[in-house]
T-cell receptor, first 115, second 113 residues
């Protein structure tokens, strides 16, 4: 069965430090991968997506992610975090079901930023 | 307009009440979704509509009744809910033209007393 794993439940980073959030997927075919961010009580906002092509993907708010097929990973990175980056981050894989695309989400990583 | 709107923002209801959640998008998307999200958990898919027809029901209890009256509007009718149904209900939409992401609304925070 398809699955997405985010090994880190909670990460604390100092403002200005670099960030890497891990995501591993289990899926037989070419995965379509997403990173979403959610602030408390809000909806999900897309940070970036990977469908094919260049394995290093640039997103909004200075985030990037690298698709590594050999490691079944799609880790999210940011060189310097800001206090406003504190939020919940979800990795997701798009699974096509007879044309009705379904997102399978990881369990999420909560990011805390300290001054 | 790249926005999905949801009303109301907050809803408190008793277990015998009937209420509805509304979701609207004007991006021409033909796939629309309802998700339920409990605190500190990822969203869980409930229903998918494709071209205004229900295409996926993730074994959701019948006290939740979805409706898609037209291509821009998605409703979720609620009746005889339980306190454990309290959650953030998210709506999303997606184009049918090739690969793209789902666009999410801000959600309705539902509390069942």
């Amino acid at each position: 069965a398809q699955s997405v794993t985010q090994p880190d439940i909670h990460i604390t980073v100092s403002e200005g430090a670099s960030l890497e959030l891990r995501c591993n997927y289990s899926y037989g075919a070419t995965p379509y991968l997403f990173w979403y961010v959610q602030s408390p009580g809000q909806g999900l906002q897309l940070l970036l997506k990977y469908f094919s092509g260049d394995t290093l993907v640039q997103g909004i708010k200075g985030f990037e992610a690298e698709f590594k097929r050999s490691q079944s990973s799609f880790n999210l990175r940011k060189p310097s975090v800001h206090w406003s980056d504190a939020a919940e981050y979800f990795c997701a894989v798009d699974i096509s079901n007879f044309g009705n695309e379904k997102l399978t989400f990881g369990t999420g990583t909560r990011l805390t930023i300290i001054p | 307009d790249t926005e999905v709107t949801q009303t109301p923002k907050h809803l408190v209801m008793g277990m015998t009440n009937k209420k509805s959640l509304k979701c609207e998008q004007h991006m021409g998307h033909r796939a629309m979704y309802w998700y339920k999200q409990k605190a500190k958990k990822p969203p869980e898919l409930m229903f998918v509509y494709s071209y205004e027809k229900l295409s996926i029901n993730e074994s959701v209890p019948s006290r939740f009744s979805p409706e898609c009256p037209n291509s821009s509007l998605l409703n979720l009718h609620l009746h005889a809910l339980q306190p454990e149904d309290s959650a953030l209900y998210l709506c999303a939409s997606r184009t049918d033209r090739g690969l793209d992401e789902q666009f999410f609304g801000p959600g309705t925070r539902l509390t069942v007393l």
